[in-house]
């Protein structure tokens, strides 16, 4: 299964320590968008329009009984109570090839 994470930039370094505590194996990017506050901050009550909000993305590829388990490990370190703190994904994966051992 893949598991697609976007979370707040200021918390990827604490994702990422509890998925190698873990022992979960990963793919980090540092990633630009538009999510539910549309570009939108409140800053001392006033909004504020940004182009883009800075996020992190995550993607992991596990067994199907390990995505609750890793699911759980990104909703506890990324959390902070507040909009924003992202979305994660969950997809099947077809296929894989590894690239090493697949011949050439």
Same mark, same amino acid.
């Given at each position: =299964? !893949? +598991?697609?994470? +976007?979370? !707040? ?5 604490? @994702?990422?320590?509890?998925? =190698? ?9 540092? @990633? ?13 009550? *006033?909004? $504020?329009?940004?182009? $883009?909000?800075?996020?992190?993305? $995550?993607?992991? @590829? ?12 990104? @909703? ?5 109570? *507040?909009?924003?703190?992202?979305? +994660? $994904?969950?997809?099947?994966?077809? !296929?894989? +090839? *590894? ?6």
């Amino acid at each position: =299964m !893949r +598991i697609e994470a +976007i979370v !707040r930039r200021e918390k990827k370094w604490d @994702v990422a320590g509890e998925l =190698m505590r873990a022992g979960v194996p990963y793919t980090l990017f540092d @990633v630009e968008g538009i999510g539910g506050q549309l570009g939108v901050t409140m800053v001392e009550g *006033k909004a $504020f329009q940004y182009p $883009f909000h800075e996020k992190a993305a $995550f993607v992991i @590829v596990v067994p199907e009984e390990d995505v609750e388990r890793v699911c759980g490990i990104i @909703v506890r370190s990324a959390y902070t109570g *507040k909009p924003g703190d992202g979305k +994660i $994904f969950v997809s099947e994966v077809k !296929r894989s +090839i *590894k690239i090493r051992t697949a011949g050439g």
